[in-house]
């Protein structure tokens, strides 16, 4: 019985629907580092001062609030390539030129000039996500979701290595021009799948009106049975998650002493690694267990996977727990953020699912955003070791909603 689940996710991995799910995830995650950590790595490396380096944060503000605009885009589609694919090809040529005008910019004569067209880039890598999330969501079909969750964050992932690792590589080799030249050149993965990639094989009507497009997306899910139960299952599902990530780096430096080299190879190898291998994991599970008791088994693990950091904290400086610890926590991180993104995917109405998508997926940020400063206070008052059993405590409102919501959950 295994071997034949086995041979079944592999034929759904030979589908259409899947590779594009991949290749546009990829799509999506490329732009991301290019406009904040690697362009920062650009103006350190140019001395640019850091009092300016540190407003280029505010450049990801556009993945904040991308849902004020995904309402035209529910609405409105381009001439060619139906509803959704039109408006992501659109996007991924704005991308494309816009990532070689950036690289061609002389940063240290320029750091604001470079920082507006960080905005300006990071407002169509978001308006790329607007129309990629509704794609999906509106293609897969709810026993695809498991696996396009989990290929989405692959590809997602992949990608923030080519745009972060591999241009800092060709960055040093070839110069900055050069590199972000690469990364725009690897926009035609996108591309190609964008021409590729299937049309949903419903398709649901627009909304009548930009009035509609606003209003009817909030209305429709309100009106749910459990909608209140629902918005606040997304606000805390990874709260316990977020909790423990906000202060990792800083507590493997500064809690038990781990130089920043040896914190950066660790993240950014097996960090990465495991990451890829918990969405692999979970999208493949979630085919055998369905969306609840993959929600619930991946939100238990999520949390006690802090536990392995309260262990570290405890026994102090030791390579080997440190490896565990940061493995578990992005193996189970991943796969939490599998069984959320095909959460967010079966609560969207296909008429409206880019606003949707958008509204859903910025409420659940408002975790991972505004964690931190609280992050820093319960570590000042209980220290670095019963933080992070807090914040295995802090998974425990969102498993409860998950199990509250059960029948709704078990139906999507």
Not at 132 to 149: F, H, M, N, P
Not at 247 to 268: H, W
Request: net charge positive; aromatic share 12%; glycine share 10%.
């Amino acid at each position: 019985m295994p071997t034949a689940r086995f041979h079944q996710q592999l034929h759904a991995l030979s589908s259409q629907h899947l590779r594009s799910v991949l290749l546009l995830g990829f799509s999506s995650g490329l732009p991301l580092a290019l406009s904040g950590s690697t362009l920062q790595a650009w103006m350190a490396a140019e001395n640019v001062p850091v009092t300016l380096i540190g407003w280029l944060s505010l450049a990801g503000i556009p993945y904040t609030w991308k849902f004020l605009w995904a309402p035209i885009m529910d609405r409105f589609a381009m001439p060619f390539l139906g509803r959704r694919r039109g408006w992501i090809l659109l996007t991924q040529l704005v991308l494309a030129a816009g990532i070689v005008g950036l690289g061609l910019l002389p940063v240290q004569q320029h750091p604001l000039w470079a920082a507006c067209a960080a905005c300006a880039l990071a407002f169509a890598s978001a308006s790329q996500d607007i129309v990629i999330d509704a794609y999906r969501t509106d293609l897969l079909t709810a026993a695809e979701r498991g696996l396009g969750a989990g290929l989405t964050v692959m590809g997602y992932r992949l990608a923030m290595l080519c745009s972060g690792a591999l241009a800092l590589v060709l960055a040093a080799r070839w110069g900055w021009p050069l590199a972000y030249g690469t990364m725009a050149g690897l926009m035609a993965i996108g591309v190609f799948a964008t021409l590729n990639a299937p049309e949903p094989p419903t398709r649901a009507a627009a909304p009548a009106t930009l009035r509609d497009a606003v209003l009817l997306p909030l209305q429709e899910f309100m009106h749910r049975t459990g909608a209140g139960y629902l918005l606040g299952l997304i606000l805390f599902y990874k709260l316990g998650d977020a909790f423990a990530g906000a202060l990792t780096s800083a507590f493997l430096i500064r809690g038990v002493g781990f130089s920043i080299a040896e914190v950066g190879a660790v993240n950014k190898g097996i960090g990465l690694f495991a990451t890829i291998a918990g969405a692999a994991a979970g999208g493949a599970w979630m085919v055998r267990w369905g969306l609840y008791r993959s929600l619930l088994v991946f939100g238990f693990l999520q949390g006690m996977a802090a536990l392995s950091f309260a262990w570290l904290a405890h026994s102090g400086h030791q390579w080997s727990l440190m490896i565990l610890a940061v493995f578990l926590e992005n193996l189970t991180s991943g796969m939490g953020t599998a069984a959320f993104t095909a959460l967010l995917m079966a609560l969207c109405n296909q008429r409206f699912s880019a606003t949707q998508f958008a509204l859903l997926s910025a409420l659940s940020a408002v975790a991972r955003v505004y964690v931190g400063p609280l992050a820093g206070l319960v570590v000042a008052e209980i220290g670095w070791t019963y933080f992070f059993v807090f914040s295995t405590l802090a998974a425990i409102p969102g498993l409860w909603l998950v199990w509250r919501q059960r029948g709704v959950l078990a139906s999507l």
